[in-house]
């Protein structure tokens, strides 16, 4: 079914009203729902049971990376923080980076280079830094909003270019798919194809010039640092969370140690290493472990454990029902052949030389509006391969495009599920924090266009 430029409507409803409405579920759902509309009227289908099939559909996808894998990450990603904020590991912590860390600068940096020790999956890196930094950043005054900035642009930014990642391991499996890499081989040619990923260099650099001072602040980065310097005040609005984390210790004859801290997140980055960087068996590794860990440890009582764990789960439910319906989003982008559209929109009118920014714009954008990226891989790489290898363009320049673009998919969109997930873990809105860091993205984004048309001449 060619349903032309009509494609573009649902991720253009949802910007425009998560603008005005300031909050990205809502938005969300009127989204999808003319998605649905727009396809019962080509079909003929009912749009509502259509809707509501779909929903099952996306909450049961039990592949890798789908939303049951996501609901099961992220949860017990919450349990894991809530037992180590409770045992008052994350706290000790805190204390003890706060004797290292005297300033303001100081601090930013610390979350920057936090960001790039954790650099296997970029949920674990967002949620992880955040959470331990918050305490630090708040002692100098620093807004949530730059913590947030700093902390999602060391996420998939970092993860992208990076040579074990989920995001590698995932994007690998993707190239022999589409035939860039030969079977078996997918690895191989992802560390060939990391030189050409210029999206994740310069992120990642230009975040780290800012955290140091080397570049000044401006816009509301700049203006949030004013405000929580003169008021105090460290976020703009009030953070919308579904549940709240108990920070009360829970055995107050056993006072939090760093080693409470520590042992958890190496035992959650070692197993996740050790199960071929698989995030889900490494969580799963890591929450029994610690739960053990502190029942030997007397850190908490079996029942003040086991509620702490639900406690956890309960604070990501906000985030993960916003997770869902970006999913749902994807869907209907997928179904009305918005990256199919797009492609065939622009590629009629380039040069071989200009085929690598062009991927690298056009699937941003997209990446952008629908939240996507993984699924923008899936779909993309096996259109963009043999297209290059048509226009003798090169393959591994081009494929390194169009995971530049799930990249700052990641960074920019302001429902995806990083933005999502480091608003949660700093506790600030998601909305402003999209919005003060989006001038930032732009300016990674337009050294990362130059790169790909020096590079599309040269290479």
Known sequence: ???????????LIVIVMSIFLRSAFEALVAGCLAGFIIISIYTGSNFFTDFVDSILKTIGDTSNGGSVWVILVCGLYGSLIALMVRSGGLLKFGEWALQYIKTRKAALLGTWFVGLLIFLDDYLSVLTTGLSMRKITDAF???????????????????????????????????????????????????????????????????????????????????????????????????????????????????GKLLYFVLPMAVAITATVFFNIDALKGVIIAVAFT???????????????????????????????VLMMSFLLKEINQRMGLTEYVLQSVTPYVSKEMLP??????????????ASSWGLYAVALPLIVPLAQHLDSNVLLNCGAVVSAGAVGSNACPFGDATILTSQSCE??????????LPYVAIVFALSCMMYIILGYTI
Do not use: H
């Not at 079914?1 to 991720?11: E, K, R, V, W």
């Not at 920014?357 to 629908?370: D, K, P």
């Not at 600030?428 to 860091?437: F, H, K």
């Open 1 to 11: 079914m060619d349903y032309g430029a009509l494609c573009l409507l649902p991720p």
């Open 141 to 255: 005054k620093v807004p949530r909003e730059k913590l947030a900035y700093i902390v999602n642009a060391t996420a998939a930014a970092w993860c992208v270019i990076a040579p074990i990642s989920t995001w590698t391991i995932y994007t690998s499996a993707m190239l022999v798919i589409a035939k860039a890499s030969p079977e078996g081989q997918g690895l191989q040619t992802y560390w060939k194809m990391i030189p050409f990923i210029c999206y994740g260099y310069i992120a990642v650099i230009i975040s780290g010039l800012f955290a140091s001072g080397i570049l000044p602040w401006f816009g509301k980065l700049k203006k949030a640092g004013e405000r929580a310097e003169a008021t105090g005040v460290l976020t703009a609005s009030t953070f919308r969370a579904s549940g709240f984390i108990d920070v009360r210790p829970m055995n107050k004859n056993n006072p």
């Open 291 to 321: 739960f053990l860990y502190y029942l030997v440890a007397r850190v908490g009582s079996f029942q003040q454990l086991n509620e702490t764990m639900f406690s956890g789960v309960n604070s990501m439910v906000v985030a993960l029902s």
């Open 357 to 370: 920014v062009t991927v690298f714009v056009s699937l941003a954008l997209i990446s952008v509006t629908t």
């Open 428 to 437: 600030s809105n998601a909305l402003d924090n999209s919005y003060a860091q």
